[in-house]
């Protein structure tokens, strides 16, 4: 068995590791053996932001890719587009996928790398699984304007900035 374990993350804010409170579990798991924790903070301009865009039916609009295209052109970025699923009673989701697939195509065309993943149908609950299981340094919300959006009548973007501490 090892004698010591040294465990490296990110600060906090950046830090998925630390948000899923890894350290402490390693800490248990390693029972004797002692688990010392060094942060590093990784200054320098080549440094990539990780942005977590959240958007459904509007992962194709020219006003969501513009915005994706505009924040990858101010600095090196990656980004996780999470499109939650619209009918959580399904086990395919063709309409979101293919959406998905298409505006993931259109960034890469561009340069601009970017994934994307179908997820759980509560926008709120996608974002924070995603910031929880992602190095995340930013959001972006996309949504339909006004009345017409569900997610801005329950108030979507201020809960994900209350708890994720994060730029939305």
């Given at each position: 068995?090892?004698?010591?374990?040294?465990?490296?993350?990110?600060?906090?804010?950046?830090?998925?590791?630390?948000?899923?409170?890894?350290?402490?579990?390693?800490?248990?798991?390693?029972?004797?053996i002692?688990?010392?924790?060094?942060?590093?903070?990784?200054?320098?301009?080549?440094?990539?932001?990780?942005?977590?865009?959240?958007?459904?039916?509007?992962?194709?609009?020219?006003?969501?890719?513009?915005?994706?295209r505009?924040?990858?052109a101010?600095?090196?970025?990656?980004?996780?587009?999470?499109?939650?699923?619209?009918?959580?009673?399904?086990?395919?989701?063709?309409?979101?996928?293919r959406?998905?697939?298409?505006?993931?195509?259109?960034?890469?065309?561009?340069?601009?790398?970017?994934?994307?993943?179908?997820?759980?149908?509560?926008p709120?609950?996608?974002?924070?699984?995603?910031?929880?299981?992602?190095?995340v340094?930013?959001?972006?919300?996309?949504?339909?304007?006004?009345?017409?959006?569900?997610?801005?009548?329950?108030?979507?973007?201020?809960?994900?900035?209350?708890?994720?501490?994060?730029?939305?």
């Amino acid at each position: 068995p090892p004698d010591e374990i040294i465990v490296s993350t990110h600060p906090l804010e950046r830090s998925g590791w630390l948000r899923r409170n890894l350290v402490e579990r390693m800490r248990y798991a390693a029972g004797e053996i002692p688990v010392e924790h060094v942060v590093v903070e990784l200054a320098g301009e080549d440094e990539q932001t990780n942005v977590l865009v959240v958007a459904n039916e509007t992962v194709l609009s020219d006003a969501l890719l513009d915005r994706i295209r505009e924040r990858a052109a101010a600095g090196a970025a990656s980004f996780l587009i999470v499109s939650p699923q619209s009918d959580p009673t399904q086990s395919a989701h063709p309409e979101a996928e293919r959406r998905l697939r298409r505006a993931l195509t259109e960034l890469r065309s561009a340069g601009i790398e970017a994934h994307g993943q179908i997820a759980h149908p509560d926008p709120y609950t996608a974002a924070l699984q995603a910031v929880r299981d992602e190095r995340v340094d930013e959001l972006i919300v996309s949504t339909f304007p006004g009345a017409r959006s569900g997610w801005l009548r329950r108030d979507l973007v201020e809960r994900l900035r209350r708890e994720t501490k994060l730029p939305v």
